[in-house]
């Protein structure tokens, strides 16, 4: 049973169905097209995991709110701040500045990669720990878990196929997509062994 406040897959799959069909939502619910669109890119946006061009994204902000305020000044957005709601105002008012204070794309601060984790999380907790006791059974998930998730390994294997849509020109615009850089094998070899040896030391 979902917690009051608090989402769950149907309200995303129902959100994305929302943004994806702006047109029928505009239909539906007499809610500027525009706007609708519009949001769908700023969300789009954020959650691509790319890095994005943050004054181009500022100014796509500034329209999107003088848009809000021009359909919708009945309806201050200081009212969705007093209830509590202040997604949509933190976007629009603070979204450059949160971009800029982050090293890594926001997108890639989401809890999707926590969530996808947790049928692993589940596997190994009864496959490959020791349990002897919860602190016995807590060190193996986590040293199974850093095993797993080592870059250097997860580079060797081929990356999971996933289903992305294709970004649009619009949402293209306000992002900057790099190439990843590659990661030197012989640098991480060389490093692993000379902490061997530190270890072997030690020893």
């Known amino acids: 049973m979902p917690k009051q406040q608090t989402g769950n897959t149907n309200d995303g799959n129902t959100a994305l169905k929302f943004f994806c069909n702006a047109e029928k939502s505009a239909e539906i ?9 519009r949001f769908h890119a700023i969300l789009e946006c954020i959650n691509r995991g790319f890095f994005i061009d943050s004054e181009k ?3 796509y902000l500034k329209e999107t709110r003088h848009l809000d305020i021009r359909e919708y000044s009945w309806y201050s957005m200081r009212v969705l ?3 509590g709601i202040i997604s949509v105002h933190k976007i629009l008012f603070h979204g450059k500045d949160i971009i800029d204070s982050r090293i890594l794309p926001i997108g890639q601060h989401s809890e999707e990669a ?3 984790r947790n049928k692993h999380n589940r596997k190994f907790r009864e496959l490959f720990t020791k349990k002897t006791s919860r602190i016995d059974t807590n060190k193996y998930l986590i040293n199974r878990l850093l095993l797993t998730s080592d870059p250097f390994i997860a ?3 081929s990356r999971p196929k996933t289903k992305r849509g294709k970004i649009s020109n619009e949402v293209r615009e306000l992002l900057e997509i790099r190439a990843p850089a590659p990661i ?8 692993s062994s000379d902490l061997e040896e530190s270890d072997l030391d030690s020893e």
């Open 29 to 37: 619910t007499g809610v500027n097209f525009k706007l609708i669109q």
């Open 184 to 191: 030197n094998q012989d640098a991480v070899l060389s490093e």
């Open 114 to 116: 926590q969530e996808a």
């Open 81 to 83: 701040y007093s209830v």
């Open 155 to 157: 580079n060797l294997r």
């Open 57 to 59: 994204f500022y100014e």
